[in-house]
């Protein structure tokens, strides 16, 4: 964007050039307002453990953000069988997930589009993500918790025990939980309890 700043004869800035200047200095701030990325607080976890695929898989690599600013880590040799990261992050366009099978040390790597995934209201949710053989899955974690706690998670992370969770990829659940009825054994409790 060219700005053009003319002088008035008697030396100084004419009113009118100082105005192009002043509006063209607001929409450029504007414009940087405009596209900085969308802050929500809420978490990436995942637990390889407690979700019995550290055993058979070893974590290097994953990416959650967006264009502008990602929560990362990459170690070739292999990263921590569990990790959480918490705290005001931007709605997450994307999950890239690299990881090694122990027992033939294949390579597998998958990156998740989340754009079409999360739910609009994501505050205090997790996303955490399985390994399982060569297929990866995502799910998101609510604040809301199942009373009383399952004895076995009904999805493959133990995390569906305590809270309501749904899987987001690679079969996209209904946020809602239309999908799963309303006697499912992990619908949320009532408010009041």
């Known amino acids: 964007m060219g700005v053009m700043v003319t002088r008035a004869t008697h030396g100084g800035f004419s009113a009118r050039a100082l105005l192009r200047v002043s509006a063209a200095l607001l929409l450029v701030a504007l414009a940087a307002c405009a596209t900085r990325p969308r802050l929500v607080v809420h978490g990436l976890t995942y637990d390889g453990w407690r979700d019995r695929w550290h055993p058979q898989a070893t974590l290097l690599e994953y990416a959650y953000g967006d264009s502008y600013l990602m929560t990362s880590q990459k170690i070739e040799r292999g ?55 060569s297929q990866l899955y995502v799910f998101v974690v609510t604040p809301e ?49």
Do not use: C
């Open 145 to 193: 918790l199942i009373k009383p706690h399952l004895s076995s998670p009904p999805l493959k992370t133990w995390r569906s025990a305590h809270n309501v969770t749904y899987e987001i990829f690679p079969t996209l659940r209904s946020p809602d939980r239309t999908d799963l009825g309303e006697a499912a054994p992990w619908a949320p409790a009532s408010r009041d309890q």
């Open 79 to 133: 990263l921590l069988p569990a990790s959480a990261v918490f705290g005001a992050m931007p709605f997450g366009e994307f999950l890239y997930v690299r990881w090694r099978l122990k027992a033939t040390g294949e390579t597998f790597h998958v990156r998740v589009d989340l754009r079409n995934r999360l739910p609009a209201d994501l505050l205090r949710h997790e996303l955490t993500f399985v390994i399982d053989g």
